[in-house]
DNA sequence: GTACAAAATGTGTGCGCACACACTATTTCA
DNA sequence: TGAAATAGTGTGTGCGCACACATTTTGTAC
């Protein structure tokens, strides 16, 4: 049988205490005598403690509450994954006796106002830790700065707010992944191909998003070891509803050798649709695993599909959370995801995947 | 304050039994009349008691053993990968005080009789739960028997032995891993192009792996619904190191419109390299994400890998089996990993990935 | 009816930790 | 000098569960 693993009884034991006071200088809770605390400190340089977490657990009967703050999956699917992945923590945690009350707030992901309703009240109701997707720049400043004097921890999901003091950041690189679409609508290409960039957004509240996207897919171009000089059009297009969007569409598809669309959003399905019987030849690049997208992959209207992982994203962002408040536990500042390729062969590998992630503990 | 979860205690309340009652209820235990099982039977029907997995994992003092039979990563640098998995499923557990003690046992991968040597130390030892994986198919079923007669649960990862009674079989769908691997190789081709399979093997261990790779790659192309008819042939190499090594790739290399090499083993970078210099244009499409592949891959020899995640597969067999022993959690008995499709410009998002996932929860 | 086994049921303890509280030694102040 | 405040200790309890053991009830034979 090896080393058993050091309990707090163990080091009262070593450095002649009571585990009154190692607990003490452990938690840092003041009321110990300096020849105390070093006899502790002592002990504790020489042997690697590691506090039994799940005993913590149990022995801290505290209720922690977390806030939610997404954009309501009504107005956009795409937030209906991230809301699964939360529930998923949750029902997670619960398993292992992890008592969070996780309280979800939703806003309207066109307005700015709901967003800073919601976050107002999120405020108030003095959550213990917050999970906030920050669509709106301008908006999400003042209330993290609010968390921040607040001493309440938040875990950004989605936007990168550089300014904002999270205690980690949980999305994509959107730089890279926009080089990485124009890899893939290049592959196999003529060298004098023409792209078309088109970013179909009902406002502009994704406008920092996908000007990066852009910068990416562009700047891959102009790498000087590239030798295709693709040239690339960019096309901002309004509500796909519109008589317009049908026309400039129209306008997109007579491009002179236009070899692919990447579209910046997850609406890639409404350009698919337009090109159907149009021409194969074009490729189309898009982003999402929503069920419209799905569709046209699988019938091969759409040839690449990125894959943000939203429901896993903010799976972890709970669990990451809950380590936090918890156990204390330290997490890096930036969790990048991997960009997540999907074709038609590999989807449904990617779709059956998901589920099996339920019930594990890591 | 909403309604707290439901301990033993509440239901023994609620039944108007005693909590060891319950517990033998739940626990199958006998000893228990037929009226008071029914009180509590009815009770549990009504109510959706979940344990507290964690209070679980502290009443129950056992000191699990698991047994992994892997092959040896100093003869195959891919199982480099899965032997880190499983010491970071290991370390995690070991976190959350679950003392699971694991025991390494490392075979050649290319010697029948050193997997059929390790695997009977292994069944002496008597572990609690095994992790193998079974390359040699013939020399593992008596194994798998063994195991299942002396009630010893195994989970079979990389390599499915489909008679094998294994509680769970993790890995990756070959034949649609042949099929993603056509379908990228052949994006933007000519359709009267011409690929290659290159099985690189130095021993015959992995054919049925190669095969079914092979024939999805094949099926690809044979879709009715596919316009190109490329023509597919496949070689055989041996050893590296022979001479007939390069002659054959030579004689590869001159074949009319070659369009892509498909290498079905980690063997991608050997090939990269030996047409370096020779032609840009031919595709090479190959596995896993190892150091000389790695370099390949961003000097843009190699096209594009294909992932099968080693490390996440061998500590998602760790903690299942810990899920399994500690938790009596059902499994799937199928638990295939997407495939993933690594780019030279998404392959640093997939590296720095895999680093940020250690010390979290799930 | 008693005697005694067997079945059924209830109670108690420990897992490792956090935290409240009781207790003792040391100061401080009247 | 004594009382009271304070700093420094140790002890005890509970978290929810598993499991050993004590206790009670039931069944069986005479």
């Not at 920092?208 to 070891?225: A, D, T």
Request: contains cysteine; charged residues 20%.
């Amino acid at each position: 049988m090896q080393p058993k693993n050091i309990r707090i009884k163990d080091i009262a034991t070593l450095a002649g205490v009571s585990e009154g006071t190692v607990d003490r200088v452990l938690h840092n809770r003041g009321k110990v005598s300096e020849i105390a605390a070093k006899k502790v400190r002592r002990v504790l340089d020489e042997i690697n403690y590691k506090p039994n977490l799940i005993a913590r657990t149990l022995g801290t009967n505290r209720n922690y509450r977390i806030a939610t703050l997404m954009p309501d999956h009504k107005q956009d699917p795409y937030w209906k994954q991230s809301f699964d992945g939360i529930k998923a923590g949750e029902t997670q945690l619960a398993q292992f006796g992890i008592h969070l009350t996780v309280e979800h707030s939703l806003f309207d992901p066109h307005k700015k106002e709901s967003f800073q309703e919601a976050a107002l009240k999120v405020f108030h109701s003095r959550p213990d830790a917050v999970l906030v997707a920050p669509l709106f720049y301008y908006a999400s400043i003042p209330f993290f700065k609010e968390l921040s004097e607040a001493q309440i921890p938040f875990i950004t999901i989605n936007t990168r707010i550089q300014e904002a003091n999270a205690l980690s950041f949980i999305g994509q690189d959107l730089f890279k992944s926009g080089q990485l679409a124009a890899e893939l609508i290049s592959m196999g290409q003529n060298s004098n191909v023409a792209f078309a960039v088109l970013h179909i957004d009902e406002d502009l509240t994704n406008s920092v998003h996908l000007k990066e996207k852009e910068r990416g897919f562009r700047e891959y171009f102009e790498h000087p070891k590239m030798k295709s000089h693709a040239t690339v059009h960019t096309y901002v297009l309004g509500t796909p509803q519109s008589s317009t969007f049908r026309d400039q569409l129209t306008v997109i598809l007579k491009t002179p050798d236009l070899g692919g669309v990447f579209v910046s959003t997850s609406k890639a399905y409404l350009v698919a649709a337009a090109f159907k019987n149009e021409n194969a030849a074009i490729r189309i690049v898009g982003y999402d695993l929503i069920k419209q997208n799905l569709d046209c992959l699988q019938n091969g209207q759409i040839d690449f599909l990125i894959n943000q992982n939203p429901m896993r994203q903010a799976k972890l962002g709970i669990q990451t959370l809950a380590n936090n408040l918890l156990f204390q536990k330290s997490t890096p500042p930036l969790h990048l995801f991997p960009l997540e390729i999907i074709t038609p062969q590999n989807v449904s590998t990617y779709l059956s995947h998901a589920g099996n992630l339920s019930g594990i503990i890591v």
